[in-house]
């Protein structure tokens, strides 16, 4: 096999997975290589992540990319990490780990983000940070700790995100990569440095914070301990890519740059946004709470955090815990067959944000909303997915707002953009075209960013022209009717909390 092989971890709140690509002649062929299962462990103080476990399987997937290397003959030259956003690990002047990492759905957060807008206000927040405020934020976690009690900070020598503690295990090296230390609300989206009037003014410690890289920063090689478990050498490169899962899918997006596009990133979560040179502080873009996260060469992505498939994920958990067990595309083919537009819910209100029962807490909404109460998990099902497309055509009606231009399509990327009728949905309600694909996008992004960092690629613009020539895509058309704007005008009186 001729070509040169990269291997991406991409880490999901779900699941992991070593994603291996190989670059030959213009276009990328990628595999998967090892998987597993996670999900973070309710201990009685709160929700931690499993850190050995994943870490095991880090090793072990490193391992089986290494033999494969061997056994092909074929050069592999870096691996790179990604991950969600927000979480990190605390490391003691030693470099050891001081606990478990703590997960973001732990409602313990949310005192924390009630006590920063009570003691700044949103606005001047909105104003340091650019960032949506939500409680699993970094900058809310700390701020909660500290008012636990907590002496973890005192402690802490070093913070690390959760691909930054990957890559310190993997090489040694300490840094925080500039995409997803975005995600911690602890950035200044003007200078791109971390904003330390703010966390000074929280009385968050600044000695933690380690050197920010972009995009493509070489780290070094793998540990001595490393290479024996694995049985790599010593020419293993470890690469940053851009380690914000969203920012490796986003520089992936196989966009046509004389179009004005807006991309979602489909999962879990759902990111909505366009790329951006400088960022937007206005009232009005504090007024509904859009969000920049960095991205590659460095641009700011200006986007809304949704919910996302979330829902879903919980009512199907839900259901297996009593009993009853769906795969994903039983019940959106149950949801397919369901009546349309019955019952809508406000997916971000903050009721819908933890783990727990959420048939039930769907029920509730729709019992207080005089709405009818879904009664079979096709129901739930279509109430969740048509929920989220017109929270998708809320969202990019605020965000044309802000931009002062039309979004002519959207391209959808990640796995949610295997669930064909939420994008006919979203195409439908939103009346643009919508274009999905890659599906891998985060561990493409992730692969061409550690070959751009080897020479093999060279402009952003030259890596989207990869993607495009090596992924097939999927072209939805639009098929607006009145039954969409009437659902919109009752999805828009539904209660959101605080939310804008």
Same mark, same amino acid.
């Given at each position: ?21 190989? =670059? ?5 062929? +990628? ?12 201990? $009685? ?7 050995? #476990? ?95 009690? #907590? ?14 503690? @990957? ?25 791109? &440095?971390?904003?330390? !009037?703010?966390? /000074? ?17 070489? =780290?070094?090689?793998?540990?001595? %301990? +490393? ?7 010593? %020419?293993?490169? +470890? ?26 990133? #489909?999962?879990?979560? %759902? ?26 060469? &460095? ?9 996302? =498939? ?14 009853? #067990? ?17 019952? =809508? *819910? ?25 709405? $009818?109460?879904? !009664? ?23 965000? /044309? ?10 391209? +959808? ?53 990869? *993607? ?11 098929? $607006?009717?009145?039954?969409? !704007? !009437?659902? @919109? ?12």
């Amino acid at each position: 096999m001729s070509g040169k092989a990269f291997l991406a971890w991409d880490l999901g709140a779900e699941s992991g997975r070593a994603m291996l690509g190989v =670059l030959d002649s213009g276009k990328l062929e +990628v595999s998967e290589l090892h998987r597993f299962h996670h999900a973070p462990a309710r201990f $009685p103080a709160g929700y931690y992540w499993d850190l050995p #476990s994943m870490w095991r399987n880090v090793l072990d997937g490193t391992a089986k990319a290494v033999a494969w290397a061997k056994t092909e003959g074929v050069e592999l030259v870096s691996l790179g990490v990604d991950t969600w956003g927000v979480d990190f690990a605390l490391l003691d002047a030693h470099g050891e780990v001081l606990g478990l990492p703590l997960a973001y759905r732990d409602p313990r957060h949310q005192a924390g983000m009630d006590h920063v807008l009570n003691t700044l206000g949103s606005t001047r927040l909105y104003q340091s940070t650019g960032i949506q405020p939500l409680p699993v934020n970094t900058l809310f976690q700390l701020v909660a700790l500290r008012q636990r009690g #907590s002496r973890l900070l005192e402690l802490a020598d070093r913070l690390l995100m959760m691909p930054d503690l @990957f890559h310190y295990l993997l090489s040694g090296e300490e840094a925080n990569e500039y995409t997803i230390a975005s995600t911690s609300q602890m950035l200044d989206p003007t200078t791109r &440095g971390w904003a330390a !009037d703010l966390l /000074e003014k929280l009385e968050i410690p600044l000695g933690p914070l380690r050197e920010i890289v972009p995009p493509g920063a070489r =780290l070094g090689t793998l540990a001595p %301990s +490393v290479r024996e478990e694995t049985g790599a050498d010593g %020419s293993l490169s +470890v690469v940053a890519p851009a380690s914000h899962d969203t920012a490796s899918a986003v520089a992936a997006v196989p966009a046509d740059p004389r179009a004005s596009w807006a991309y979602l990133s #489909s999962g879990t979560w %759902s990111l909505l946004g366009v790329e951006i040179t400088e960022p937007i502080l206005t009232e009005a873009a504090a007024s509904v709470a859009f969000t920049h996260e960095g991205g590659v060469d &460095g641009t700011l992505r200006l986007l809304k955090n949704i919910a996302g =498939l979330w829902l879903v994920q919980e009512c199907r958990r839900q259901w297996e815990r009593a009993g009853e #067990s769906h795969d994903y595309a039983q019940l959106t083919a149950l949801a397919e067959a369901a009546e349309p537009l019955r019952m =809508l *819910v406000w997916p971000d209100h903050p009721r819908f944000l933890p783990p727990g029962d959420m048939p039930e807490r769907i029920a509730a909404f729709a019992r207080e909303t005089g709405q $009818p109460v879904p !009664d079979t998990p096709g129901r739930f099902v279509r109430a969740c997915l048509e929920s989220l497309a017109l929270t998708y055509r809320h969202r990019l009606s605020q965000l /044309e707002d802000l931009l002062g231009r039309r979004i002519e399509v959207v391209h +959808v990327v990640g796995g949610g953009g295997r669930n064909r009728l939420l994008n006919q949905m979203t195409a439908d309600a939103t009346g643009r075209r919508v274009v999905v694909g890659p599906q891998e996008a985060t561990a493409i992004g992730n692969l061409l960013i550690q070959a751009r960092a080897a020479g093999e690629v060279g402009s952003l613009a030259d890596l989207r022209q990869i *993607v495009a020539r090596s992924t097939p895509l999927e072209t939805y058309t639009p098929h $607006p009717s009145p039954a969409w !704007d !009437d659902a @919109f005008a009752r999805f828009l009186a539904l209660p959101r909390s605080r939310l804008p």
